[in-house]
Every structure is written in C-alpha cells, then in structure tokens.
C-alpha cells in the first residue's frame, strides 16, 4: 500500500515569490493536514482538509492557503515568502473519523534565501 | 488550547540501554500516538493507544495509555544505533478530535 507522497522533496526559493506544494494521501483517506516542522517550534497545524473543504485551521497568515480535490490529493500554497517560511512542510492523511491516527509524508523541505 | 508536555528533551545513551520517555497533558485525552522521526524523513507512526491503562509492543518498543488518561510512556528495550531520531507524542482530545496534538518530542542518540 503506498505512503503519503509529497512533491518536490526540495524547493529553493527567494523572498517575495510564491510556492505551491503537493500532496498525494494514502488510497482510501480522505483527510489531509498541512503542518510547518522547524528545529524550534516543532511541528505546528496549518490545516486539515475533508472532503474538498477546509475543515480545521491552525495560526497562520492568510499567506498560507490549500486546497483538496476530488481525489483527496492536496495541494499548499505560500504566498509572498519570507525568511521565516523556511521549513520543512509535512503532509499527513487519515480516514477522516475523529482520533484516527495520521500518517506521514516525507515532506517537502523549502529553503527562502 | 490544550498543552503537551514531553520529556525529556533529549537523550544520550549507550547501545544496549533501555530508554523511557513520557507525555503529560493538562486535559483527557482519548487517543495517544507515538510516532519517530528519521533525519530527512516524515515522522512514523510506531503505536497507537486508545483506552486507559492499555499497553501495547511492537517489537522493542512498549507504549501505555496512563490510567489518569492525561499520560503516556514510550520504552525501548536495549537501544541499538538505529533507534536515533526523535519521537513524538501526540494525543487526540475527547469529545472526538480530527487534529491530535503534538509533543515538542524527543531526540534520542544511541552511542554504539
């Protein structure tokens, strides 16, 4: 059964210009979250997606924004970079059903210079 | 919003140690989940707990549901180098929650 699937593994960007990632969940979840790992933060929600529509969101600007297709596959969208954005940006799906565990991408880690 | 609390931060032991971490939570939780994350990679889920006083192994590892539900232990028996990364603890709240909260985790280094 393949894993979550995230491209690209690797994104350099500059300040100002914009990044869209991608998601593809495990066959058969329709949940999908976003969350931001950094070294001293940790891991922190950016939003989860069910059925197309946004269903939980996290403290974040509106610079950071996704969406869900019909597939489930995801997609997260930063606008405007920042230093700050630089991260590594994980993906995580689950059946949807409340407490049901998440499971991981591999992420995609994003470098802003 | 609810609060984790792992420990500890980190750890340095020799191969062959047993290695205990544990969260705590100010809330109840209905769910525990331990995952570990490798360098470069997305955490993995290693087990997942869904009723008090529950204790579950897989393999080396052996993680417990707190009785109190506001806790959770991981072990690992005789740590071997493979065992280095860093685990997370999350939780899912009562009441039903789609987001479990994270620990801020736990590096673990094995010396061999």
């Known amino acids: 059964k393949a894993g979550v699937t995230q491209t690209p593994r690797y994104l350099i960007k500059t300040r100002g210009q914009q990044v869209t990632l991608s998601c593809s969940p495990i066959?058969?979840?329709?949940?999908v979250s976003w969350y931001q790992q950094t070294p001293g933060q940790g891991l922190q929600f950016l939003f989860e997606?069910?059925?197309?529509?946004?269903?939980n969101k996290g403290n974040f600007p509106g610079r950071f924004s996704g969406r869900q297709f019909s597939n489930s596959r995801s997609e997260m969208n930063v606008s405007t970079l920042e230093l700050g954005d630089s991260a590594l940006y994980l993906c995580?799906?689950?059946?949807?059903?409340?407490?049901?565990?998440?499971?991981f991408g591999d992420g995609t880690r994003l470098s802003i210079l | 919003g609810q609060q984790l609390n792992q420990s500890p931060q980190s750890m340095f032991i020799q191969e062959g140690e047993d290695v205990s971490m544990n969260c705590t939570s100010s809330?109840?939780?209905?769910?525990w989940l331990w995952y570990k994350q490798d360098p470069g990679e997305g955490p993995v889920l290693l087990i997942a707990?869904?009723?008090?006083?529950e204790l579950t192994s897989n393999g080396r590892l052996t993680a417990q549901f707190g009785i109190t539900r506001k806790d959770s232990f991981l072990n690992i028996s005789a740590s071997i180098p493979s065992d280095v990364g860093i685990y997370f603890c999350?939780?899912?709240?009562?009441?039903?929650?789609?987001?479990?909260?994270f620990g801020r985790g736990t590096s673990l280094i094995v010396h061999p």
């Open positions: 707990l869904y009723k008090a006083g």
């Open positions: 999350a939780g899912g709240a009562s009441g039903g929650s789609y987001i479990p909260t």
């Open positions: 995580a799906s689950s059946l949807g059903q409340p407490n049901q565990p998440q499971h």
């Open positions: 809330s109840i939780f209905n769910t």
């Open positions: 997606y069910f059925s197309e529509t946004q269903r």
């Open positions: 066959s058969g979840h329709r949940s």
